[in-house]
């Protein structure tokens, strides 16, 4: 879509475009052309003379025991948060819909969380899981439960896997409602004058109309696991313990940038794969 | 609802009121914890009636800030955020606003070019050039500075495509009358576009405080001076490890502090909010 009538200026739309670009320039393409061209070159440790190596950063990288564990970590991780914040919300969405009373509230009360920081939502479940004073812990203790997330990897992971779906529920939740608002209405009714019940029809009509909205959550959850949760993991666990809830990994500047390559490399696809899926629109 | 299921619409009620409890859970121990003493929390279990250490406990952390770690006001820390989560606000508005005018009311050489160079930026999240922009953001000199805070995020791909959708969806006659009318594309743009593009800055404006609030991985970098630190960080610099050294109470009351302002944001503001979400995300 074009439009007919337009301006015509030999330099204001120049300036105009000027300062965006600036900074697209300055802050986006600079360094991205620096962490290719480092990624392929090694700093001697006072980083005085540079060496070109090809890919030997990247070799070094995929022959490392614990940055390939860290992937891992990483997608075990996005899947359950991913996961877990669909089903949840989900839930909470088909519910809100039902209900005509108090749905207002309902919703208010829901979506607040989008608002909490990743790194102050980790400190708050910090603070409920704490392995001695946590109020959630001393409830796991009394049930016979031994629960301490500094010492235990797996405890460590559902913590931070808790922390990061908690936060992501109202985002769903919102995305879900509207999806659920879009469902045609004579169809529902239709179905119900066929004798389905509420059951029958979430399942046959309603839950293939959300399959876009799913699918599209299912991309933005796995990219927010990715990225976003950063602070959730480095305010809780800092990584530990012993490297169970490691997801980045610092190094040096070949090293590092070699990983940036990396994970440019895979939100491009995970961007292009999105886009491809949005356009054919899954809708069965 | 197609038909009347009491026992149904009795389950959702349920559901939904669990769902609200137990997302509300951490947040009311936080409160209880910030209006209780250190003594008071060390105990197990904690009580869960509020304490009458509220004053005690927010004076304290937003005047002088927790013992051992980082001793900073947090005052100080709330007015960084705040600033930072304007200036990434606005100038991310500002900047787009003018960048998707050109792009969709000029048509000049290379404006292709420049729209795919903005779009390309949508795949490319902080997190991802985060060291490399470091980099360049130390060797400008921009560390622990407003500028080196919030510069390298005011450039983004989606408030420049929001306006460009919206932009695109004005009506023709709007622009032939003012150029019949003489206007020049300036004063176009400031009593035509602008006044209608007031809903969709509402929406955007939501969204980015949120985001410029919330920021934690670049600040953490970025800023290396207490006076500098915004609440977010911190809250992280307040907790030094072992749950008996930390000033639980300050540091929650913190939290508590760091959570309000951009929570009133989305509650007050709910309306732009969910509009701002689902068109930024389209």
């Known amino acids: ?284 | 609802m197609v038909e009347n299921r009491p026992w149904l619409t009795f389950v959702s009620h349920a559901v939904l009121i669990a769902g609200i409890a137990v997302i509300a859970f951490p947040l009311y121990i936080t409160f209880v914890a910030s209006t209780l003493s250190l003594e008071q929390i060390l105990q197990v279990p904690m009580q869960l009636v509020p304490g009458d250490q509220l004053r005690e406990n927010y004076s304290k952390a937003l005047l002088a800030g927790a013992k051992g770690g980082a001793a900073a006001p947090v005052a100080r820390m709330m007015l960084n955020s705040l600033i930072m989560a304007l200036a990434i606000a606005f100038g991310k508005i500002a900047i787009s606003l003018i960048a998707s005018f050109a792009i969709v009311y000029f048509r000049f050489p290379l404006r292709n070019f420049f729209f795919w160079m903005i779009f390309v930026t949508l795949m490319l999240p902080v997190e991802v050039r985060i060291i490399p922009t470091y980099k360049v953001a130390s060797d400008l000199g921009m560390l622990n500075s407003y500028a080196g805070l919030t510069l390298p995020l005011i450039a983004s791909a989606t408030a420049t495509f929001l306006f460009r959708q919206f932009f695109l969806t004005i009506p023709e006659e709007l622009a032939e009358a003012s150029r019949i009318d003489g206007a020049g594309p300036m004063r176009f743009f400031v009593d035509v576009v602008l006044p209608l593009s007031r809903t969709s800055m509402a929406a955007l404006f939501v969204i980015q405080f949120i985001y410029g609030w919330n920021q934690y991985l670049w600040p953490l970098l970025v800023t290396t001076e207490e006076s500098m630190y915004t609440a977010v960080i911190g809250i992280k610099r307040m907790i030094v490890g072992g749950d008996a050294l930390t000033e639980w109470n300050v540091v929650m009351a913190t939290a508590m502090l760091a959570l309000l302002p951009p929570a009133l944001v989305v509650v007050l503001m709910q309306k732009w909010f969910v509009k701002g979400l689902v068109e930024t995300e389209k």
């Not at chain 1, 540079?50 to 890919?55: A, N, Q």
């Not at chain 1, 808790?162 to 209405?185: D, H």
């Not at chain 1, 019940?197 to 933005?220: D, K, M, N, Q, Y």
Request: charged fraction near 10%; glycine fraction near 6%; aromatic fraction near 16%.
């Open chain 1, 1 to 284: 879509m074009e439009k007919r009538v337009v301006f015509r200026s030999a330099w204001l739309p120049y300036a105009l475009l000027a300062p965006q670009i600036a900074i697209t320039i300055i802050f986006f393409f600079w360094p991205a052309a620096q962490a290719f061209w480092f990624s392929f070159q090694v700093q001697d440790a006072f980083g005085i003379s540079t060496e070109f190596v090809g890919l030997r950063n990247f070799a070094e990288l995929f022959s490392d025991e614990h940055y390939l564990e860290s992937f891992k970590t990483t997608a075990v991780f996005s899947l359950l948060v991913a996961g877990f914040g669909i089903a949840i919300s989900l839930l909470l969405a088909t519910m809100a819909d039902r209900v005509l009373r108090g749905a207002l509230a309902y919703k208010t009360l829901l979506i607040w969380p989008y608002a909490v920081a990743p790194a102050v939502a980790g400190v708050l479940f910090a603070f409920l899981f704490a392995p001695s004073i946590g109020i959630v812990t001393y409830v796991l203790r009394k049930a016979g439960y031994n629960w301490d997330w500094v010492l235990q990897g797996d405890q460590a992971m559902l913590l931070v896997v808790m922390a990061a779906t908690w936060k992501q529920i109202s985002y769903n939740f919102l995305f879900f409602l509207a999806g659920l608002q879009s469902v045609p209405r004579s169809l529902i009714e239709a179905a119900a004058i066929d004798g389905a019940g509420p059951a029958r029809r979430f399942w046959t009509i309603v839950f293939p109309f959300l399959s876009p909205t799913t699918f599209f959550l299912l991309v933005v959850n796995i990219v927010y696991a990715f990225f976003d949760t950063f602070g959730v993991i480095d305010s809780t666990t800092q990584g530990g313990p012993a490297g169970a809830t490691q997801i980045f990994k610092a190094g040096d500047l070949g090293g590092s940038s070699a990983q940036s390559v990396i994970l440019m490399v895979i939100v491009i696809a995970l961007t292009v794969a999105q886009f491809r899926f949005i356009e054919r629109k899954v809708q069965y």
